[in-house]
């Protein structure tokens, strides 16, 4: 943590919650845009990836470069995701989030910035870096899962088309 967890836990969390809150209407809106939602996942991650390693990274090296070195792999991590939930139909967006999250504690443990770490660093620093993968993950997945289903009709939940047929 950069500047220390009384300004950047809120620089983090402020902008997750309306993401949480309102994200059917925010992904209703990005899903406007007609690309690839595979391509739309990652295109919206980059932004996300970027601001969340800034706020995590500022000591080692995020202060000096403007785009984040981790990007890449990031990035690619949420191609793979998003291939794996198209892959597998996937349609629970907590689900995998939450699969994710989970995936990115035990990397940052086992092979990322947390190994070596005394225990007391990993319990403090844990659930911060696995909320950082719940913050870059779930709005661009939320692209691929909701960019699945069927449009709804003004006349109620469910029911596409004039016919009524569901």
Request: contains cysteine; hydrophobic residues 60%; glycine residues 10%.
């Amino acid at each position: 943590m950069v500047f220390g967890i009384f300004i950047d836990v809120p620089l983090l969390v402020a902008p997750f919650f309306p993401m949480f809150v309102w994200r059917k209407k925010i992904l209703k809106q990005i899903l406007r845009i007609r690309i690839p939602p595979l391509v739309l996942c990652v295109l919206i991650a980059i932004p996300l990836i970027t601001f969340e390693e800034q706020i995590d990274c500022m000591p080692s090296w995020c202060g000096r470069v403007l785009i984040p070195p981790t990007l890449p792999f990031l990035a690619v991590e949420i191609a793979f995701l998003g291939g794996l939930v198209v892959w597998l139909h996937a349609k629970n967006l907590f689900r995998v989030t939450l699969g994710f999250a989970i995936y990115g504690l035990a990397f940052e443990l086992l092979v990322g910035g947390l190994v070596g770490a005394p225990l007391i660093v990993d319990v403090l620093l844990g659930p911060w870096v696995f909320f950082g993968y719940v913050f870059i993950s779930m709005l661009p997945i939320g692209v691929i899962i909701e960019g699945r289903r069927p449009l709804t009709s003004a006349s109620g939940p469910g029911v596409v088309g004039a016919s009524g047929g569901v």
